[in-house]
């Protein structure tokens, strides 16, 4: 497995698998992996020849107040973890080289970029459309591998890859859960044991949505106001938004259909957790 810090290492290695004939599929993480990481490593050695992870915590898409220092950093464990699964290239750059001194070019995808999580933190979709554009530059890749957790985010490439041509398909995988319904997430390492406890209300309040829809009910409001009866269950947890949405272009629906977006994110202590459903 090959450790690449640089631009240039990353480009060379990727020139060697095209001239082998060698697809390429792209897992770009923030790292501190666990196995719902895993599960897009997989997706993308079942569908290509060659597989690189990308571990880099994004300044670009914290804002000032967030938790961008203490964001868990492990490399040394990823590694060996990346190791054991397969992999053939790990990026892990430093903020000097992705962000030249003095860069002021960015990417930013109008309108989608101030939905959900983008009209709470302004800012973040631009930090996120810039750092994939820029793994898309350096990599090439045939595929990159995304998870429906992130499902915003995946929203807003799946608009940049098309209205920018990139010449990458962009792979969706299921959100990976804990036996109890916890979403993965490397955040849920910072938890409390009651707070792990409390933020399982996501999930209730996401299946109770499920539910009522299932049973026949297609008001939005209704679903909402069934959601919010969860989620009242636990006071310590604070909600920012709960939404059902469309899930192309994250504008909020009356009439719920099939495959509309139930998403939540919220505050549980000083971790900030998102979670959705596709109905």
Request: glycine share 6%; with cysteine.
């Amino acid at each position: 497995m090959l450790v690449l810090r640089t631009i240039a290492e990353a480009r060379q290695a990727c020139a060697g698998f095209r001239a082998a004939g060698k697809t390429l599929g792209l897992v770009p993480t923030m790292g501190a992996l666990h196995p719902g990481h895993l599960s897009l490593i997989r997706a993308a050695q079942e569908s290509c020849d060659a597989v690189a992870v990308s571990i880099f915590v994004n300044p670009t898409q914290f804002g000032p107040k967030e938790d961008f220092a203490s964001y868990p950093r492990v490399l040394e464990q990823d590694c060996h973890t990346l190791e054991a699964a397969g992999v053939d290239i790990v990026f892990a750059p430093s903020v000097e080289e992705m962000y030249p001194p003095g860069g002021s070019t960015s990417v930013e995808v109008a309108g989608l970029s101030d939905r959900l999580d983008g009209a709470l933190r302004p800012g973040h979709f631009r930090g996120v459309a810039t750092v994939v554009t820029k793994l898309f530059l350096i990599f090439a890749p045939d595929a990159a591998f995304f998870g429906q957790k992130d499902a915003a985010q995946v929203a807003v490439l799946r608009r940049m890859v098309r209205d920018l041509r990139f010449a990458v398909k962009l792979e969706v995988c299921p959100t990976m859960r804990e036996p109890d319904g916890l979403a993965l997430s490397s955040r849920n390492r910072n938890l409390s044991e009651e707070e792990r406890r409390q933020a399982l209300v996501l999930y209730r309040a996401l299946r109770a949505v499920e539910s009522r829809f299932q049973a026949g009910e297609v008001d939005s409001g209704k679903l909402m106001d069934e959601a919010q009866r969860i989620l009242k269950q636990e006071p310590a947890v604070q909600v920012e938004y709960c939404r059902i949405v469309d899930p192309e272009t994250l504008e909020q629906v009356s009439h719920v259909r099939p495959g509309s977006l139930v998403a939540i994110a919220a505050r549980v202590g000083a971790t900030r957790l998102i979670d959705n459903l596709l109905l």
